[in-house]
């Protein structure tokens, strides 16, 4: 990232700028819209299935809680998931400046590498696409070298229409091959006015994978993309033939998100930071110059661990109004009239929560590090949904990292508490 001495928050938009909306048949995604708020909307689970299973694997859970589509596309990374799905789709950028907006296709926003089509003083302000139908359908596949947490080692997107058994049009759009994310061209002509069966599919698949010129770097040789390319246009191909191609959609995804009435954006009195911690009302003198993580820590909340402070291990894990998030990603000024609970809040009257008894019980700590971040991933999972399963378990603690113990007396530990019910958190008053 480029140095910066100066930060625009956005967040106070939040109202005008925070949205998934229907029109028609087409989409629009406002500028503040997280991927937890696509993966939260049935109607872009059924009808936009590659930006939805392109969400489910960014990052991990606390991340997705927090991150944006939109600052996905702005930072022009090709192993930035959502590009691909979103090149597939055929999406354009409304975007803001103060004399008024233009329309760009995101076909043409990313004239090189990192680079964008965005001028001086202008934010997108919106994303739109058309959803998908009967005739149009699609899907995305990512290799990584991990099943969370993971930068693309390559990502596939494809979108179809139909003209009864054949195709009528295609869109292939490979992330992390090329110092843009590209399309393939030759592979496309190949499917339209075909039939997608095995040997279309073999000749683009092989086709996508000949007109590729894969870079080379420390995730993956350039030979290693390009037999990956061919592998997974094939599959994504197979799906789509098959109309498989939604399976991996869940109906219920994990969030570590349970909403909650919108907070009062009142301004800041000068420097002051107050935000509501575990109940109480305090002052984070630190804020302006530092993290949540930091600005927690100085005033004695010192169960949230630094591991990484880049939202990798998940050590930092707090509920900032009602979603799990990285701390140690969180400018401590965002957090001015929020509701914060830590690990020391987790507990209430001197009564353990279900999750801290069950820990004990199951022996799922051992230096403890990483144990609060845990914790407070696996009880907003717990305030979430009743009994989840040992997988949804999984999903909501793929982005904590333990060195010692490994996951399984922690997931031991999840069900345990998840079979003994737990009652929703009630932050004190």
């Known amino acids: 990232m480029h140095p910066a001495r100066q930060l625009i928050d956005l967040t106070a938009l939040e109202p005008e700028l925070k949205y998934v909306r229907r029109e028609g048949d087409t989409f629009a995604l406002g500028a503040l819209a997280t991927h937890n708020d696509v993966l939260a909307s049935a109607d872009l689970r059924r009808h936009a299935v590659p930006l939805a299973q392109a969400c489910a694997e960014v990052g991990a859970p606390q991340i997705r809680t927090r991150a944006t589509i939109v600052g996905n596309l702005v930072t022009a990374s090709p192993a930035n998931d959502t590009i691909v799905p979103l090149l597939a789709l055929d999406a354009q950028l409304v975007v803001a400046r103060l004399d008024g907006e233009r329309t760009i296709a995101l076909a043409e926003f990313y004239p090189g590498f ?3 089509a965005l001028r001086p003083g202008e934010i997108v302000r919106e994303i739109r696409f058309r959803a998908l139908d009967a005739t149009r359908r699609g899907t995305f596949l990512k290799l990584g070298l991990r099943r969370a947490q993971a930068i693309s080692v390559i990502d596939v997107a494809v979108v179809l229409r139909f003209d009864g058994p054949r195709v009528a049009d295609a869109r292939i759009v490979l992330g992390c091959v090329a ?3 590209v399309r393939v061209p030759g592979a496309e002509s190949i499917l339209v ?5 095995s040997e279309s599919i073999l000749r683009a698949s092989e086709r996508a994978a000949r007109d590729v010129a894969p ?5 993956s040789s350039a030979a290693y993309r390009r037999d990956a390319v061919a592998e997974l246009v094939a599959q994504a191909l197979e799906s789509l033939a098959a109309g498989r191609e939604a399976e991996s959609v869940a109906e219920a995804p994990i969030l570590l998100e349970t909403r ?6 009142s301004g800041m009195d000068g420097d002051r930071v107050v935000a509501s911690v575990n109940g109480e009302r305090r002052e984070l003198p ?6 949540l993580l930091d600005a927690l820590r100085d005033i004695g909340c010192t169960g949230v661990k630094e591991g990484c402070a880049e939202g990798e291990c998940g050590a930092c894990t707090v509920w900032l109004d009602g979603r799990a998030v990285m701390a140690c990603l969180v400018p401590a000024a965002q957090a001015h009239g929020a509701e914060i609970v830590t690990i020391e809040g987790l507990a209430r009257g001197g009564e353990l929560h279900a999750l801290q008894e069950a820990y004990i019980a199951r022996g799922a700590v051992q230096c403890g590090f990483c144990i609060p971040g845990m914790l407070m991933a696996g009880a907003k999972l717990l305030d979430e949904r009743q009994g989840p399963t040992r997988d949804e378990c999984r999903v909501a603690i793929s982005g904590n990292l333990c060195r010692c113990t490994g996951s399984r007396k922690i997931l031991d530990a999840m069900e345990q508490a998840a079979h003994a019910g737990t009652r929703p958190y009630e932050v004190p008053a």
């Open 193 to 197: 006015g075909a039939a997608l069966d």
């Open 286 to 291: 630190t804020a302006m110059r530092s993290t």
């Open 215 to 219: 870079i080379d770097d420390v995730r």
């Open 260 to 265: 909650v009435a919108a907070r009062s954006r």
């Open 179 to 181: 110092p843009t994310v």
């Open 114 to 116: 990192r680079q964008t």
